[in-house]
DNA sequence: TATTGTTATACTCTATAACTATA
DNA sequence: TATAGTTATAGAGTATAACAATA
């Protein structure tokens, strides 16, 4: 791995910098390990928007824009969903030009199973820490949500 | 987001069960945002191949194994970085079936400029935190690297 | 006229199967 | 005979452009 340039040896920003470079790569790293769990189930994107809609019904292009892709890229993806079985189209009460996608109780149950291997694996690797390090990680974890907030 | 499932109200499991979630979701949200910097360079796995090639030469088999894709994926892969001028092909120096690829100069200072901006959009983030909660971090990021480590 | 959603079409990344060269 | 790498071909996922329906 490249190390982030220092500027100067003994720059208190240096500090932070690699800082910066270690726990950025360290979530991308766990981030990157967890969704080799459950990925068997459904690829990636169909997830993220099967997640998605257990918040409510969205539109077609509400979750384009969440998902960054392109609205027809997200006419496919929820076509393959409904076709799945995991989510149903509805009519928009007031707009007849908009369509309401809907998460079925069989999309929520497949959702519920990869999040729980998910979980699993992480919670695999707390038992593994000293009860000091949970601790630790535990009054953190508002920080690193405050970060992914952004 | 649908919480994960508590078996009993104040089983301390539970706890480790919701720690374990929100851990993971913050890891996958930041990962998921340092993403989206510097990514109009390159297709992410062709950044990830240029990534490990820093470390030394490998053949095409060993990336196609650590980056979970088939052989000819990488042989794409591996050509497009190849056309780009990012890495070359050497001859293996004992095994004349395998190749070595490297990285070239070129595709070190790409890697390095998006690395760069990634660091930055991380380091803009902890600035926003309170001294007490980057000295948190600090002592932290470890534990991270140590889960991350699986 | 603007917006939502879809269809048409093309490009990229991926995979499996088949082929070539070397061990 | 087994292995490394590539080529051939096909299947997803993505994008832009064009179209239909509704506001």
């Given at each position: 791995m490249t190390p982030p340039q220092p500027k100067a040896p003994q720059d208190p920003e240096d500090d932070l910098v690699a800082l910066a470079y270690r726990l950025r790569l360290a979530c991308q790293q766990i981030s990157r390990r967890v969704?080799?769990?459950?990925t068997h189930y459904l690829a990636p994107h169909q997830f993220s928007v099967l997640a998605r809609i257990g918040d409510g019904p969205r539109t077609p292009r509400e979750l384009a824009e969440i998902e960054r892709v392109s609205p027809p890229s997200m006419t496919k993806t929820v076509a393959c969903l409904v076709d799945a079985g995991l989510a149903t189209r509805r009519p928009h009460p007031v707009d007849g030009r908009q369509v309401l996608i809907e998460r079925t109780a069989e999309g929520a149950e497949l959702h519920g199973r990869i999040a729980r291997e998910r979980d699993t694996w992480m919670m695999r690797q707390l038992l593994e820490l000293d009860d000091a390090d949970v601790d630790a990680l535990r009054a953190l974890t508002p920080v690193l949500e405050q970060v992914a907030a952004r």
């Open positions: 969704r080799y769990e459950g």
